[in-house]
């Protein structure tokens, strides 16, 4: 099964395309393998189970547990930092043992696990355990799949490939949250139904991953595997310095979704239970872009994108604070939210993988991964004191600034790469 936009001619090397040995590659080039549309499904599903869960854990510990907001604001720091911890070690895994499959498997079935706790257990210390659990399983799994998804794609459309995975992983996000709103809407206190819908989802989308994706491996197609080089060699030097740096600033200038959400709500007043709805919005605009945005990046170039991605989100920045109706600010706050992760989630990992050869390729993704996450968390904070000590809107307009000056300094540092196609990222993955 293929997800076919053009009928030009297929090229030469199709080493990683998802064929089995022995039969043919079908003619033109394919946006999406078998696997990459597998994956997004089984992505799909586990993000029905994640976000229909995070979308009403504030509730749930705060209303229904009793919990302090202190005891909430370390769950939800464990929930947002603990997968970065775990990311680079997931990644080196899955290229030591060169099993990305069941590295990914492992991490799936850990949150799924993970859910069971959620029926049963109540307490603070319970708690943390399977929230930890839980963002463990999503720090190991990501890297491997993104390798996966990188082995059985054309590489001159792998942001586009990425596009799709991210597409259908975006349809389970916006379906989490309105599912989790529909259950509470139905059942007044029904956290333990959507936990058990939570299980049920997660559940299915292991078994589809266990049973139905192949485990591509990259070593066994190298001609010489003595010759293989360490991952870590590959990340600190090239190209990849400049990525991982990149990432890095435009992160400590991110600031978490919520914060955004909050202003929003601020500026409107609108009622509590419609919070999650966000969420949605922001996903469904993500999913509506991702593709589109996937093949403008092989186009014109991956860094060029995921630099643009940005401007997005300070867009999203300026228009929370605007005088303007507070409907019209809040739906362009959400499309360009969304456009931004759709212009750097997934085109990050594809540049990624397109400046590293298979046998690190995990491992750089998941430095990638790890960068972004940790500085996101620092921002996060960071915004937290900023809001404290200068107000909603003051602090955000300091953020937007902070932003608008990076961005250029961003494209500087990452000129060189500014205008390079797919075949000259996979040359200098090569060399």
Request: proline content about 4%.
């Amino acid at each position: 099964m293929y997800i076919s936009l053009t009928n030009s001619p297929a090229p030469a090397d199709d080493k990683n395309r998802d064929t089995l040995p022995g039969k043919r590659t079908p003619r033109g080039i394919r946006t999406a393998s078998s696997t990459v549309i597998t994956l997004g499904i089984v992505s799909m599903l586990t993000d029905i189970s994640s976000e229909s869960v995070s979308a009403i854990l504030p509730l749930y510990i705060t209303g229904f547990l009793g919990l302090s907001t202190i005891a909430f604001g370390v769950l939800d720091g464990l929930y947002q930092g603990t997968s970065a911890v775990v990311r680079i070690a997931g990644g080196y895994a899955s290229d030591r043992l060169d099993q990305p499959k069941w590295v990914a498997f492992v991490g799936y079935s850990l949150a799924a696990i993970a859910r069971v706790g959620l029926l049963f257990w109540t307490g603070f210390a319970a708690l943390s355990a399977v929230i930890t659990a839980d963002r463990i399983g999503k720090g190991i799994r990501t890297a491997p799949r993104d390798a996966l998804i990188t082995a059985t794609s054309d590489p001159a459309r792998l942001a586009a490939a990425f596009g799709v995975h991210r597409m259908l992983d975006n349809i389970g996000a916006a379906i989490g949250p309105f599912l989790a709103f529909v259950i509470l809407l139905v059942v007044p206190d029904g956290f333990h139904v959507v936990f058990v819908a939570s299980l049920a989802f997660a559940t299915i989308g292991v078994a589809i991953l266990g049973f139905v994706v192949p485990n591509v491996r990259s070593r066994r197609r190298a001609r010489d595997e003595a010759r293989v080089r360490m991952p870590w060699r590959t990340i600190v030097r090239g190209p990849m310095r400049r990525v991982l740096a990149a990432a890095g600033i435009l992160g400590l200038v991110t600031i978490g979704d919520g914060f955004v959400y909050l202003v929003l709500q601020a500026r409107s007043d609108f009622a509590a239970m419609w919070f999650p709805l966000l969420y949605v919005g922001t996903n469904v605009a993500f999913l509506a872009f991702a593709v589109p945005l996937g093949r403008l990046a092989d186009r014109i170039g991956r860094a060029r994108v995921f630099v643009w991605g940005h401007a997005a989100l300070l867009a999203a920045y300026i228009v929370a604070v605007l005088p303007m109706a507070d409907a019209v600010a809040t739906v362009l706050c959400l499309v360009f939210l969304g456009g931004f992760y759709a212009a750097t989630d997934g085109v990050l990992s594809a540049l990624t993988s397109q400046l590293t050869p298979a046998e690190s390729r995990a491992t750089a993704i998941a430095s990638a991964q790890t960068v972004v996450a940790v500085a996101r968390f620092v921002s996060a904070a960071g915004f937290g004191i900023l809001w404290f000590a200068l107000g909603r809107d003051l602090a955000m307009l300091v953020v937007a600034i902070v932003l608008a000056v990076a961005l250029p300094l961003v494209a500087v540092l990452l000129h060189p790469l500014l205008r390079r196609t797919a075949a000259a990222d996979s040359e200098a993955a090569a060399g």
